[in-house]
């Protein structure tokens, strides 16, 4: 830029600007700017400074209104060098950091002094009590003589353990001082080049009057996380559900009092869908594998997906133009203020959610106050309750115990469950964490509420016999389970009960149900699913029998499986037996 074409103070202004909006996305968010000028009509050019040096300098868009005609000829930035001289700062840090170093070498050759005597008092007083108690059997050594003694060396050796102990705590606490400036330091020597950024837009008024310029643009270091509390009442069937968003950035500036919204756009995504590579497949050499159940074991016990369908925003992608779908409704909406009455319930302030083009926004609104110090902000985004339908779930071939479940659907209307962690409570208690995946409107997702002692299930072996006689050169195996069920309640249970038979990977060797009551038809994998109603205080009796059929000289291996996992069984149980009388204690 030549010396005629630079700005001068008459042709160029600084304009003073507030955050008013934010939309906050998963990795980053768009902050729109705005403020005021009085225009004289000489004016080329308005500036807006400082900005965050992580400002994606391609999403920065400019637009305003006034009571004069104004033309938008240009957008560009500017770094800004650091006021400040760099090196003064690292030097500063530096110096503070030695003085840190030298007084924790300090305490280090104070700690092995310290240590060096503890030791030596330990050792004299080892030494001591031999020699004493020769002296005391001889009668050459008084009781006072050894009382005094003793009670000399515990004293000294309480002292210098406290010593010890208090250096140990001071240089603790210097190593946290240490590790917070090395961190300031590296936070300097990152951003060393330039310390800010300035928006400046070309313009041309048409005469002199207001005009108010907005600007927006990206920035790195901010994210939003969906989380859930989940609260089902046993007794009225009804599940109060807290959506929750976990708001942080670190971006370099403050959001004050701002409008905000949660969008779950994913403009970092790009505008090209992604290219399949080759899906490549082989031959390998045949090895026997343990059954799925067996490798999973009780890991996968009570832990399940709420929903598995993957959300339509995970394969979206947006151009700067589809930006716009997370901008705020610039009405906000006001509350009345209300008389003085009696105490009233606090209200939770709740956001708006939209859905448009498989993007779901939520409005949380005004006078939004997030620091740019990554210190997570939790926002209410809804609360509602859902009734809900519970059922249990029952795998007695691995653990005795009936797991509850709680069935609940999505309302038509209402708002797309995003994938988020989730706490969940069962009548006021903490029964754990899960993982919610993406839950439409109207699709129905399950809660897993552990265990459930209001059922009791015995499983027992009353069957195993092995054929004498051998008919067409085949050996015939039969087992048979009988399970017993009792609801312990006061009230109607549903449950879903799982057994297995073993499934055969040799075409010789053959597995058949042979009896089942109440009926039932093998589904895959030799999977046995009965779905019981059990009226309040009920019992109910299973059998099921099962032949395996082999050659005579085939040796059959897997059987053995079923004998261990009756130890399984009972291991499992006595260790819940175990933890819960510990919590009983507590």
């Known amino acids: 830029m030549t010396d005629s074409q630079t700005p001068n103070q008459t042709t160029s202004k600084t304009i003073d600007t507030r955050i008013s909006k934010v939309t906050v996305y998963t990795d980053r968010a768009r902050v729109t700017r705005r403020g005021g000028v009085a225009l004289t009509g000489a004016e080329r050019q308005l500036t807006i400074a400082p900005l965050p040096i992580n400002v994606l300098s391609e999403s920065i868009r400019a637009t305003g209104s006034g009571t004069v005609p104004v033309r938008l000829i240009q957008v560009r930035t500017e770094a800004i060098l650091s006021p400040e001289p760099i090196s003064e700062r690292v030097a500063h840090l530096n110096q503070q950091i030695e003085q840190l170093e030298e007084e924790k070498r300090r305490i280090r050759d104070e700690l092995k002094s310290l240590e060096l005597q503890r030791n030596f008092v330990q050792n004299l007083g080892e030494k001591s009590v031999e020699k004493f108690s020769r002296g005391l059997a001889q009668q050459q050594v008084c009781l006072n003589e050894t009382r005094d003694l003793l009670s000399f060396l515990g004293q000294q050796n309480s002292e210098l353990s406290n010593a010890i102990a208090q250096l140990e705590k001071q240089n603790q606490q210097l190593e946290k001082e240490t590790l917070a400036l090395g961190r300031q330091l590296w936070e300097i020597e990152k951003f060393r080049s330039l310390e800010s950024f300035s928006i400046i837009v070309a313009i041309e008024p048409s005469g002199a009057g207001n005009f108010e310029l907005e600007v927006s643009y990206i920035v790195t270091g901010a994210s939003w996380t969906p989380l859930y509390d989940l609260r089902v009442n046993t007794t009225a069937n009804t599940l109060n559900l807290s959506y929750l968003a976990e708001v942080q950035q670190k971006t370099g500036e403050d959001w004050l009092g701002v409008s905000l919204t949660l969008s779950t756009a994913k403009p970092g995504l790009g505008t090209l869908p992604p290219k399949l590579d080759p899906w490549y497949i082989d031959v390998q050499n045949p090895s026997y594998n343990a ?32 930006y716009d779908l997370a901008l705020l409704n610039e009405n906000q909406t006001r509350a009345e203020e209300s008389e003085s009455a009696p105490s009233v319930q606090a209200e939770t302030v709740t956001a708006v959610a939209s859905t448009s083009g498989g993007v779901v926004t939520f409005e949380i609104g005004g006078n939004s106050d997030i620091l740019s110090d990554g210190t997570p902000h939790k926002i209410t985004i809804f609360n509602d309750n859902y009734p809900c339908r519970k059922e249990y779930i029952a795998i007695p071939r691995l653990v005795s115990f009936a797991y509850l479940q709680t069935n609940v659907t999505n309302p038509p209307n209402g708002a797309t469950l995003l994938p988020g962690k989730a706490n969940i409570f069962r009548d006021e208690t903490f029964v754990g964490t899960s993982q919610i995946e993406n839950v439409s409107p109207g699709e129905e997702f399950k809660i897993n509420l552990g265990i459930d002692e209001g059922l009791k299930i015995d499983r027992d072996l009353v069957e195993r016999k092995v054929d004498k006689k051998i008919i067409f050169d085949r050996r015939r195996t039969t087992y048979a389970y009988r399970l017993n069920i009792a609801n312990l309640q006061e009230r109607e249970t549903t449950l879903k009960l799982t057994e297995q038979l073993p499934v055969s990977r040799n075409e010789q060797v053959k597995v058949h149900l042979t009896q089942s009551n109440p009926k039932i038809q093998p589904g895959e994998m030799g999977l046995l699913q009965w779905s019981l109603t059990l009226p309040p205080q009920s019992k109910q009796e299973i059998y099921y029998q099962f032949t395996v059929e082999h050659p005579p000289s085939l040796s059959i291996s897997g059987l053995d499986i079923w004998a261990s996992l009756s130890l399984i069984n009972s291991n499992y149980q006595s260790s819940y037996n175990q933890t819960r009388s510990r919590d009983e204690i507590k």
């Open 291 to 322: 059954p799925q159940f067996l490798k999973k074991g009780a890991r996968g016990r009570g832990k399940g997906k709420v929903a598995n369908q993957l959300s339509a925003d995970e394969i979206n992608t947006f151009g700067d133009d589809d």
